[in-house]
T-cell receptor
Framework: QQQVKQSPQSLIVQKGGISIINCAYE??????FPWYQQFPGKGPALLIA?????SEKKEGRFTISFNKSAKQFSLHIMDSQPGDSATYFC??????????????FGKGTKLSVKP | SAVISQKPSRDICQRGTSLTIQCQVD?????MFWYRQQPGQSLTLIAT?????????ESGFVIDKFPISRPNLTFSTLTVSNMSPEDSSIYLC????????????FGPGTRLLVL
């Protein structure tokens, strides 16, 4: 019930295209859903995050769509660029949850954007 | 935000030896975390290290194998003891400046290879 399932494992997109990465969760107590971006040789960096009181959050070319009833959320990267090539991790946690508030990460999606 | 540095950035060690990884933060933070990221895999929380208290270990990780020190609000160490090839991984330090276990900033990681 603590798992976050992420798909696809890898994704190849042409420059200018839309990259879509999906995550699903079981624990309905989760109330914070961040996405992290990790470049080779670097630590993960927070990209964008959403809470379940909204269905969508947009920051520049990055959008999170959230479907509470389906217990799914996704990351959309519009106008994908070669510089977006990285591994993306979704995560979930219970905010203010003490020890239950630990981030649970998905397995990651390796995105390659072809020029 | 927080800027995190880790030492060493990478190391190759012999089985049976121990390695201590240092994590330095540019600001005072209460909550610090240590993660393991095995090649091509997701991030797994090893322990939470809050200054002034004993580290809290996640299931599958024990203090004898991964002793942690947290002497002040800007520094922590993780020791990987009696190493085996299965310990080959990236070890990441992370901090949460907000204290609510949400926005986490990661260090660049320490890449460990055990022969």
């Amino acid at each position: 019930q603590q798992q976050v399932k992420q798909s696809p494992q890898s994704l190849i997109v042409q420059k200018g295209g839309i990259s879509i990465i999906n995550c699903a969760y079981e624990n309905t107590a989760f109330d914070y859903f961040p996405w992290y971006q990790q470049f080779p040789g670097k630590g993960p960096a927070l990209l964008i995050a959403i809470r379940p009181d909204v269905s969508e959050k947009k920051e520049g070319r990055f959008t999170i769509s959230f479907n509470k009833s389906a217990k799914q959320f996704s990351l959309h990267i519009m106008d994908s660029q070669p510089g977006d090539s990285a591994t993306y991790f979704c995560a979930a946690s219970i905010g203010y949850g003490g020890s239950q508030g630990n981030l649970i990460f998905g397995k990651g999606t390796k995105l390659s954007v072809k020029p | 935000s927080a800027v995190i540095s880790q030492k060493p950035s990478r190391d190759i060690c012999q089985r049976g030896t121990s390695l201590t990884i240092q994590c330095q933060v540019d600001s005072q933070v209460t909550m610090m975390f240590w993660y393991r990221q095995q090649p091509g895999q997701s991030l797994t929380l090893i322990a939470t290290a809050n200054q002034g208290s004993e580290a809290t270990y996640e299931s599958g990780f024990v203090i004898d194998k991964f002793p942690i020190s947290r002497p002040n609000l800007t520094f922590s160490t993780l020791t990987v003891s009696n190493m085996s090839p299965e310990d080959s991984s990236i070890y990441l330090c992370s901090v949460d400046p907000t204290g609510v276990r949400e926005t986490q900033y990661f260090g660049p990681g320490t890449r460990l290879l055990v022969l």
